[in-house]
Structure formats: C-alpha cells, structure tokens
C-alpha cells in the first residue's frame, strides 16, 4: 500500500501478544450464550477477528466455522485488508467458511444496522491535520472531534459506544494522549463515565519503532461505578498491578489516576494546604536553543577574560550557569555568555565596543547560531540573541532549581543570586515569611515522591516527569492556607 494512504489511514499492526490479551480480558468472566456479535473496528489482517475467532470458539463450544460465520464481524476502509481478513480467518477452518461478515466501510460513517456485544480494536491514529478532505466532516459528526488538534482514534472511540449494545464493552488500543491533552476534554468527558480498566504503556513502545505512547482501554456501557487502572512497561502482561480508582475522582481537566486512598488525602490535605503554585512562582530556565555555543567550561581565567578552544571571552559578560538536568550540588564550573542588559540585548554597535573578544567568538559561529528554529534565527533580533526569551530575568535570584525528569525528587537551593540555570525548572517562594530550605525539604518529600509516582508521566529508566504542569498542583502540610499571625 502507499505511504501516504498508510499514513492517512493510520496503519499500524498490533502484535500477537496485544491483541490475545485485549480479547481474553473483554471476554473473561462473561455469561457466553452463542449468538453474540464482536465486531473488529479497522482489522487490518485480522489479527483481533482471529484471536477473537479462537476464544470465542473455546468459550462457547462452536465450531470455528460457525463463529467465523456467525459471530465475527469485521470492517475496514481498505478493500486489501478485508481481503487479508477474510484469507487469514479461512487459514483457522479446514472447512470452507462459507460467509464472512465483513463491511468495506468507513467505520465512522457506516451506517450499521445492528449493534453489538462487544468492539475490539487498534484504530488508525491520524492527527487532525493529516486527514484532509474528512476533517470537516468528522467535525460536524463527533463531539469529540471538535476541539482542538484531535486525533481520528477519538471519532472510533465515539462511534463505537454509538454502536455498542446496552451491557456490551468496547476495548481499544490507542494513544494516550487524551488522559491529559487540551484537545482530548471532550474525549474524556464521553469515555469516563464507561471506563472500566485501563492499562497504560505510556513510554514503552508496544509497536516498534512507532515512537507512541499508547493505553489500552476497556470500557464498559453498563457505567461501572470503579475501574481499574494499571502502569505495564514490559512485552507481557505478568504481574500487573492495578489501582483502583472511582469514577467521580476522574477530572475533566485532565485524567490523574489515583487511587482512592490517595485521592482522599489529597483532598484532606487540599482543604487545610495549598498548592505548590500558590506558595512559590515556578519558572523555566534559559533557553539559548544552541548551548553548546553559549555555554562553556573555562580551561582558565584572568581578572579580565575566560579562556577556551583558543578564544577569549570577557568575563563582564558571562554569568555562572548550572545545568539542572545534571546538577548534583557540587559546582559544575559553567558559563554563559550573556549578551543582556536588563533583559534587552546588547546593541551590535555597544556589544563590539565593550566586548569585542565575545562578539568575534560568536560571530565565528553565527552560521550555526542561525540555523537555530529551522534557520528562523535568521530573524531574531540580532544573530546573538537566544532562542527563547524566557529566564532572562527569573532564572537569577536565590531559588530551588530541579531536572525536568528525575528517578526521585532532586531539588537544590541555589544562594548565589548571581547564577542562572537551564535545563530544567526554578521554584521561588512568593513571600518572605517562607524559609526556602524547608520549602526545599518539603520538596524533596516522601510526598512529592507519593504525588509524582501516582500523577505523573513515565519515561523509560524509571524515570518520572517533573512538569511544571504535575508540581503546581503539590500540596504539602508545610504550605499553611494563610499567612501565620505575627505577633
Ligand atoms: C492501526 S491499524 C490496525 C490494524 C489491525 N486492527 C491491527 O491491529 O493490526 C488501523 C486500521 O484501520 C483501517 N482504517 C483506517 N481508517 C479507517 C476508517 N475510517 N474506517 C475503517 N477502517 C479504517 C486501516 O486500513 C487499518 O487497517
């Protein structure tokens, strides 16, 4: 097939052990009578209808033929794959199969005419902006594909719940962008009510080299009032560990899975403590877009000059620097070259006169430096600026500074005011009264440990998302309500 009708169909196939594993646990524990009807939505070659076609067989007792016949249906908008469907189905009966229920159709816009027991699948995952001549109408059709930068597995997810009968359970592998995206709300807002367990690989690739952070979710149209929810980083489904979280502690904004029985300390510690955001400012470091041109280890120094790989840089210039990715409280002897006063840039006229030695080494690299944003440095105010404005004036002054990933809770209090970080974020306290050690203390917790481990993104390595987007919400007994009276 194609590349650009793959792309614009979002094929990608699901390994054996996915698909085996999504079917036994939709039909584990279910009263089988025989004439139930599983549909697989987007089947490609087939691999959920086969492994629907074996368990069902082994469940009910039929003949495979007659499941494949009676039981199994399956749709997709390639005429190649319901060709590949039907031939791998055949492969499972030395009998002829002598009708197949397969549907050439686009699943979203397929006007079926029964519902059904059950829908499994791995539907295509195509970004708003790759499906072309569809996109409005999909708009105009589903909710959930009406904000923002969407996806079409948001669609299926809608369409199959539209289709699926009253006690019957859908279970999809897709994405999980939408626990926590902007454009997922409305997404969220339908599935929750009917969720009824989720596994989540998040950062483990499940297919390949595909670089997509996927969950499986099963939900269920009979509104479980609990479900289940568990973190799976490996090529099986041994030993999972679930959790077990109530529907009405799920938020719209975006989806945190807590447990009960954290949910219920957060909300103790909530009514009498505040959030981290309204305690500190959190700010994000430097940003030069090209470090390793701003950023450098002197190999020696004079009163006046830093020097390195042959050149010399005026040290009224540079300001110390920490790399808080990689910072572990010992001095990590790095400078930037600071072309900024008072936040502007220094003018070319102003920065040849009074710092000829550092404007020369940049110009030596200004090909490079412009190439910054896809060659948009071209554009910047001068060749010199850095990539983003951030930082310029929050990244100095006493603070706590931490990595944007880290195994546990690493922060540090900086003292010097004079020295600014990148590679990570700051936390500065709002008021006076606040003693930053302690703020640090507090920080580095059990229960920032407890919160990151059960809000937060994970990455591979063990490691955990320290997002200013998961710290704002920590709460901790160290942050009073209010401001202690002073006598
Ligand atoms: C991610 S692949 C999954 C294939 C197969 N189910 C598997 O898991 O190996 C998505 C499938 O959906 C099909 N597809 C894409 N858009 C579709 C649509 N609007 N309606 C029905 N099928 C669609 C593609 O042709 C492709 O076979």
């Known amino acids: 097939m194609d590349i650009s009708v793959q792309k614009q169909n979002g094929v990608v196939f699901?390994?054996?052990?996915v698909a085996d594993f999504m079917v036994s646990e939709i039909l584990k524990n279910q009263k089988i009578i025989g004439n139930?009807?599983?549909?697989?939505?987007?089947?490609?070659?087939?691999?959920?209808?086969?492994?629907?076609?074996?368990?069902?067989?082994?469940?009910?007792?039929?003949?495979?033929?007659?499941?494949?016949?009676?039981?199994i249906y399956f749709i997709d908008i390639s005429p190649d794959y319901i060709k590949t469907t039907k031939k791998n189905l055949q492969?499972?009966?030395?009998?002829?199969?002598?009708?197949?229920?397969?549907?050439?159709?686009?699943?979203?816009?397929?006007?079926?005419?029964?519902?059904?027991?059950?829908?499994?699948g791995n539907p295509p995952y195509v970004r708003i902006q790759n499906l072309n001549e569809r996109r409005a109408q999909l708009q105009e059709k589903f909710k959930t594909a009406s904000n923002g930068s969407i996806d079409l597995y948001y669609c299926f997810f809608e369409q199959a719940?539209?289709?699926?009968?009253?006690?019957?359970?859908?279970?999809?592998?897709?994405?999980?962008?939408?626990?926590?995206?902007?454009?997922?709300?409305?997404?969220?807002?339908?599935?929750?009510?009917?969720?009824?367990?989720?596994?989540?690989?998040?950062?483990?690739?499940?297919f390949g080299d595909a670089t997509t952070y996927t969950a499986i979710t099963f939900l269920n149209k009979d509104k479980p009032s609990m479900f289940l929810y568990a973190q799976n980083f490996k090529n099986d489904f041994s030993n999972l560990e679930y959790r077990q979280i109530s529907q009405k502690n799920i938020r719209s904004e975006r989806w945190e899975f807590f447990s009960d029985d954290y949910s219920q300390k957060i909300k103790e510690l909530n009514k009498k403590y505040s959030k981290l955001n309204e305690v500190a400012d959190i700010h994000y470091g430097?940003?030069?877009?090209?470090?390793?041109?701003?950023?450098?280890?002197?190999?020696?120094?004079?009163?006046?000059?830093?020097?390195?790989?042959?050149?010399?840089?005026?040290?009224?210039?540079?300001?110390?620097?920490?790399?808080?990715?990689?910072?572990?409280?010992l001095d990590q002897n790095l400078y930037l070259i600071f072309p900024y006063e008072n936040e502007k840039i220094i003018s070319q006229k102003k920065f040849q006169e009074k710092y000829p030695n550092a404007y020369n080494y940049l110009s030596d690299h200004r090909e490079i430096l412009e190439s910054r944003d896809?060659?948009?440095?071209?554009?910047?105010?001068?060749?010199?600026?850095?990539?983003?404005?951030?930082?310029?004036?929050?990244?100095?002054?006493?603070?706590?500074?931490?990595?944007?990933?880290?195994?546990?809770p690493r922060f540090y209090v900086i003292e010097n005011k004079k020295t600014s970080f990148f590679a990570g974020y700051c936390v500065k306290p709002k008021y006076e009264y606040i003693d930053i050690y302690q703020l640090c203390d507090a920080l580095n917790s059990d229960f920032m440990k407890e919160y990151i481990e059960s809000v937060s993104r994970s990455y591979?390595?063990?490691?955990?998302?320290?997002?200013?987007?998961?710290?704002?919400?920590?709460?901790?007994?160290?942050?009073?309500k209010s401001q202690p009276t002073l006598f």
């Open 14 to 17: 699901t390994p054996q052990w």
């Open 460 to 480: 591979r390595g063990g490691y955990k998302s320290y997002a200013k987007s998961f710290l704002k919400d920590f709460v901790h007994p160290y942050f009073f």
């Open 374 to 408: 896809k060659g948009g440095g071209k554009n910047y105010e001068e060749f010199y600026a850095f990539g983003r404005s951030q930082g310029l004036k929050t990244s100095f002054g006493k603070k706590i500074i931490t990595s944007t990933m880290n195994i546990a």
């Open 161 to 206: 719940l539209k289709i699926i009968k009253n006690y019957g359970k859908i279970c999809f592998i897709t994405p999980n962008s939408h626990f926590h995206s902007f454009a997922g709300k409305n997404l969220r807002d339908l599935l929750s009510p009917y969720l009824e367990k989720i596994v989540d690989f998040d950062y483990f690739q499940v």
């Open 286 to 329: 430097i940003a030069t877009l090209k470090d390793d041109v701003y950023i450098f280890s002197p190999e020696k120094f004079d009163d006046s000059y830093f020097y390195f790989k042959g050149y010399k840089i005026e040290k009224s210039l540079c300001v110390p620097i920490i790399k808080a990715s990689t910072y572990k409280g």
């Open 91 to 120: 492969k499972l009966s030395k009998e002829k199969i002598l009708k197949f229920n397969d549907i050439l159709a686009d699943f979203c816009f397929y006007n079926f005419s029964q519902k059904f027991d059950y829908i499994i």
């Open 36 to 71: 139930e009807k599983i549909l697989d939505a987007g089947c490609g070659e087939g691999v959920f209808s086969a492994a629907a076609v074996r368990k069902f067989s082994e469940l009910s007792g039929k003949p495979v033929e007659r499941v494949i016949e009676e039981n």
